[in-house]
């Protein structure tokens, strides 16, 4: 127990009085609220002046659906169960079936061992049993908000346990949507798994609408700062009608609390319901749902929530969205619930005070409060509750702290509070990246902990960090800072990691070993770079002191004593450079550097192996994994020498590694035309994995040092490519020991970014869990100090050389070899011919693909189909066992699409996304081919 609070459990009146101080909000029970409210009791006819709404809505046929969401667990929080429950009973009552009411709660709270009448749930005080009936479709650890979407979406495959039940919606239908639980700035919590964040969401409810299954939809949402789950994010031309209890910046209110005098039953040590929720549902039980509209319920509530406890315990009830249906009948949504005189619940007028209220952070402090006070002096259960109010204060101390440091150190001290609680002018979103604040927040949790309910009313303060362009490096700095001053700011180590003397942050808690797999996808001697950018990562980790035994290396090894080769038995990976090939591992060679080899080195499962040396990682849950790849590749796939490898299955083998416990962090660089594309949407951002990629998933990567532009005179290949040699030369310039991956990832994105005066230039990308680019280089690829003789690197500001795709580096081998070779020679005629094949073969494949394309589209609506490129975050496919087939389906009678044709593999992801069959795609590719 902190000695601020009295040292231990003596000092009675001392510890109370702190405890007073620290629960300001808690005066409001200490006295009993009393005020005249005659003047302010007005009827609901006279509310609205007595005006009925007059409009009409004819539901066409239509279903009404609704989804009710308790986004919380544990018994202080009653409340938010007990809202949705009555909300069931609402729309039960008013004609809606079960099967088209999905229900989210984690249902701990009706059988609690704190519920005074076990098995019931009510929402004010001696109000009836809302539990009884309520359908259990989402519970305990399936309450997820990947389950929430999918319901919402209609998406059964896409769900993970539960009932099954989806909101399976056609046009004409009317969709209800109420969430209540806690929140903050662009978030709300579920009851198990991730938050939601707004962007998410609103997303969601854009392909609801894209999916064109729904008439118009209704969403209420209780949550603090709830506004800022809408504002500026929901359209208003999506037919979707939102209010929420609060504005971006207000606290909701929790009512019905213990300690309420006069409203409340002693045995409750809990909140019964929420200031807007219940003022919605009251107001739907006393009202006729056939004759209230939209509008006039908004503003019974607003007034209701504005009006609060007459303590300045209030908020503003917010629309946004399509407010153009706001004329519409509550029944279209809620069903047909006509005013039931016979109820209790009917005599509370919506303008009557609601007692006291309690904002819906502190509702838990309350609680704890409420239960120390009541209990016997000296009971095992005044103590537990005193440990618990204590622990709860305490971390909310903590994660004020810890923010306020993050920001002193980030924004300097003048300009922290400033910046942090900047609030944006209404109709702005809160953050502009949505990413970035899902990566700080991960990042601030991974090292400080968790931010819990009270620590979401900082999630402002992490989107102005991002809108002012804190990066996820910087974050992660600050963040080991402020947690772990007190153990490591004497640790040279830990100046290491602020970028002092050498060293690894990870070496405080690990001695595990560096393990690397180095695989070269290709064959044939004008794809020379890419085995040459391998042997370069070799010689670059042996020198960093990384052993052979944990270095394992595929490449088809045809280069190096290639006829065609002006150095036999040398390979070099730039202009003038030396031989990175003596030495490498001959690990996986020839027709033994397969797909299948390569998944079981990575999955350690030497039984699996068809030929090569044996090797695999063999790792340890300590160990650090480098992989690095380098060929061609397409949307979701990149080549090996055997045959392609599909981004679903990579991604699979790294998931099962993870579950395997083989591995602490993992680092991977992949090279290859729409690498990104091999992770986008597809790799957890929690599963300890780095990655970065030579280009996003829609653009080319890069050859360098080609014949004509920079290769030496006697070789008509391209000796590297532009984003690995950029990490190559940086690895030789640079200290591992000193420069982490986010630096490196910095300098590489710099130089490929640029590319020439000329061209050639793509997006490096990042992804999986940024906040492991931290990380030293030398926790992966070894300690390897600077090289003084090196020429260049990373850092260059341009380089003079002109750049070549790399679909188009064997185009470029074939017209240097024409120009070069003397006219009329054998070798000048083969080296025509084969870049009139290959020419050939590439007009071949762009009038097939598109044909194709026209075929199953037709003419007007084949290229645009095709072409077709999904948001960021998605993965390519919905359907990879599609996408595969129709690619054997194309090749059986049109040919091999070859390294040329993997840019087409877009076109048949989308034939798939579109719901083009294997018959369908055998018909048309006979049609266009035979």
């Not at 153009?324 to 006509?338: D, K």
């Not at 050389?801 to 070779?821: E, G, I, T």
Request: aromatic share 10%.
């Amino acid at each position: 127990m902190p000695s601020s609070y009295g040292g231990g459990r003596c000092g009675g009146s001392i510890k109370l009085a702190a405890l007073k101080s620290c629960l300001i909000i808690s005066i409001w029970w200490l006295s009993s609220i009393s005020r005249a409210n005659a003047s302010s009791k007005l009827g609901f006819a006279d509310f609205i002046g007595g005006q009925r709404a007059a409009a009409t809505l004819s539901s066409n046929g239509g279903t009404r659906w609704a989804v009710l969401v308790a986004g919380s667990s544990g018994w202080m929080n009653y409340r938010h169960q007990a809202n949705v429950c009555h909300a069931y009973q609402i729309l039960k009552k008013a004609g809606l079936k079960d099967e088209n009411i999905v229900v989210f709660m984690y249902d701990d709270i009706a059988f609690s061992v704190n519920n005074p009448m076990p098995g019931v749930i009510i929402n004010r005080p001696k109000g009836s049993d809302v539990y009884k009936g309520v359908p259990k479709d989402y519970t305990g650890d399936n309450a997820t908000a990947n389950n929430l979407y999918a319901v919402i979406l209609g998406n059964k495959t896409a769900l993970s346990g539960g009932s099954g039940k989806v909101v399976d919606s056609g046009p004409d239908d009317f969709i209800f949507i109420y969430y209540t639980d806690h929140g903050g700035p662009g978030v709300v919590e579920m009851a198990a798994g991730d938050p939601i964040y707004a962007n998410d969401l609103v997303d969601v409810l854009k392909k609801k609408n894209s999916a064109n299954s729904y008439k118009s939809m209704v969403f209420y949402l209780e949550a603090c700062e709830s506004g800022s789950m809408f504002d500026g994010l929901l359209p208003n031309n999506i037919n979707i009608y939102a209010t929420t209890s609060t504005n971006p910046k207000e606290l909701g209110w929790a009512i019905y609390c213990p300690g309420d005098h006069g409203s409340m039953s002693k045995e409750y040590d809990t909140c019964l319901g929420d200031l807007f929720s219940v003022s919605w549902m009251e107001d739907c039980d006393k009202e006729d749902l056939r004759e209230e509209t939209l509008e006039q319920q908004y503003e019974v509530v607003r007034k209701r929530t504005g009006e609060g406890d007459g303590l300045n315990r209030s908020s503003n009830v917010m629309q946004y969205g399509d407010t153009s249906f706001t004329g519409n009948l509550l029944s279209a949504y809620m069903g047909n619930n006509p005013k039931n005189s016979s109820t209790a619940i009917d005599e509370l007028d919506s303008s009557t005070p609601l007692g006291s209220s309690v904002s819906q952070r502190d509702a838990d402090l309350l609680h704890f409060w409420h239960k120390f006070n009541m209990a016997p002096t000296g009971s095992r259960e005044k103590l537990e509750a005193e440990d618990k109010l204590f622990a709860e204060i305490s971390h909310r101390k903590k994660v004020d702290h810890n923010i306020n440091q993050i920001g002193k150190l980030l924004l300097g001290y003048e300009n922290n509070a400033k910046v942090l609680k900047n609030v944006r002018p209404s109709g702005q979103p809160l953050v502009d990246d949505w990413d970035c604040l899902k990566n700080l927040v991960r990042t601030y949790e991974r090292y400080c902990g968790s931010l819990s309910t009270y620590g979401m009313k900082y999630t402002r303060d992490f989107a102005n960090m991002c809108n002012v362009g804190v990066n996820n490096y910087q974050m992660v700095v600050a963040t080991v800072h402020t947690s772990n001053s007190s153990r490591l700011q004497h640790s040279p180590l830990f100046a290491n990691f602020l970028g002092g003397d050498k060293g690894t942050l990870d070496d405080i808690a690990t001695n595990g070993t560096r393990w690397a797999v180095l695989v070269a996808g290709s064959t044939e001697w004008w794809n020379y770079r890419h085995q040459a950018d391998v042997c370069h990562a070799y010689q670059i980790l042996k020198k960093a002191g990384l052993k052979d035994e944990n270095i394992i290396v595929f490449m088809y090894d045809d280069i190096a004593y290639n006829k065609e080769n002006p150095m036999p038995g040398v390979i070099i990976n730039k202009p003038n450079g030396t031989d990175v090939y003596n030495g490498v591992p001959k690990d996986y060679t020839g027709e033994n550097a397969t797909t299948h080899n390569l998944f079981s080195v990575l999955l350690g499962n030497k039984t699996a192996l068809t030929g090569g040396s044996g090797k695999v990682l063999d790792t340890s849950p300590d160990d650090y994994v480098f992989i690095y790849y380098t060929d061609h590749g397409g949307p979701g796939v990149v080549e090996m020498p055997d045959k392609p490898l599909y981004a679903d299955e990579l991604n699979k083998v790294l998931k099962y590694k993870h579950k395997a416990n083989g591995y602490k962090n993992m680092v991977f660089y992949l090279e290859a035309c729409e690498s990104g594309s091999m992770f986008e949407g597809l790799l957890p951002t929690n599963i300890n994995i780095y990655v970065t990629t030579a280009s996003n998933a829609t653009e080319d990567s890069w050859a360098e040092y080609c014949p004509d532009y920079g290769a030496p005179a006697t070789f008509d290949t391209c000796l590297g490519d532009l984003y690995s040699i950029s990490w190559l030369e940086d690895c030789d310039a640079k200290d591992l020991r000193s420069e982490t991956l986010q630096q490196q990832y910095e300098a590489v994105r710099d130089r490929t970014l640029k590319g020439t005066a000329f061209n050639g230039s793509s997006h490096v990308m990042q992804y999986g869990d940024l906040s492991l680019s931290v990380n030293f280089l030398s926790s992966y690829m070894g300690s390897n100090p600077p090289s003084s003789s090196h020429e260049s690197s990373a850092t260059d500001a341009l380089s003079p050389y002109v750049k070549v795709p790399q679909r188009d580096a064997d185009l470029l081998h074939f017209q240097h070899k024409v120009r070069k070779s003397a006219a009329g020679s054998s070798e000048n005629l083969e080296a025509q011919k084969k870049l009139r094949d290959e020419v050939a073969r590439r007009e071949h494949i762009d009038y097939s693909i598109n044909h194709v394309g026209n075929l199953l589209f037709g003419s007007e609506n084949g290229s645009k189909m095709l072409s077709y490129v999904r948001a960021a975050g998605q993965p390519l496919v919905d359907d990879w066992d599609c996408l595969k087939t129709l690619v054997s389906a194309y090749e059986k009678y049109c040919g091999s699409l070859s390294t040329y044709g993997l840019k087409y593999m877009r076109h048949v992801a989308n034939l798939c996304n579109a719901g083009v069959t294997a018959d369908q795609m055998v018909a048309a590719s006979i049609k266009t081919c035979s």
